[in-house]
């Protein structure tokens, strides 16, 4: 199923009802990003860190670098999963690019939550002058 197509779209809307497991976001993304060279849970890339047991997503090697991709769902914000992600990426040394699938909207019980401008908020604070960092771009997907 391509990314961005009407199925696409309708696995998303069900991925992301109240009660989902991020798999469910995450099998949207993973064939599509399987065709195009991504590996699931790459391991092996944090190997010259303290926290070797570290594993994206999915990862493609590109060049002399590489895409760290990962899928996020419920947890987005309050669990600050998009700043672990990010923080994977900037130690890792074979990647140094995001790829990062979060929410427009989550709706619990009784409040709703719009994650993806918080995280394009909050990476982009990475990029303002005087924040360098390694990951050379972060490309948030919304869905």
Request: net charge positive; hydrophobic share 40%.
């Amino acid at each position: 199923m391509r990314v961005g197509s009407p199925a696409c779209i309708r696995a998303f809307e069900k991925a992301n009802q109240p009660g989902a497991h991020s798999r469910e976001a995450q099998a949207v993304v993973w064939g599509e990003a399987e065709a195009l060279g991504f590996a699931s849970e790459k391991k092996g890339l944090f190997a010259d860190c303290e926290n070797r047991a570290l594993r994206p997503d999915m990862f493609r090697r590109v060049g002399e670098t590489g895409i760290l991709l990962e899928v996020e769902r419920g947890k987005t914000l309050k669990n600050n999963m998009d700043l672990l992600d990010f923080w994977k990426c900037h130690i890792c040394s074979h990647a140094h690019y995001l790829f990062v699938f979060v929410p427009t909207m989550i709706e619990r019980s009784n409040e709703k939550e719009k994650p993806f401008p918080q995280v394009v908020k909050r990476l982009g604070a990475f990029y303002e002058v005087g924040n360098e960092t390694n990951v050379r771009a972060a490309f948030v997907f919304g869905y």
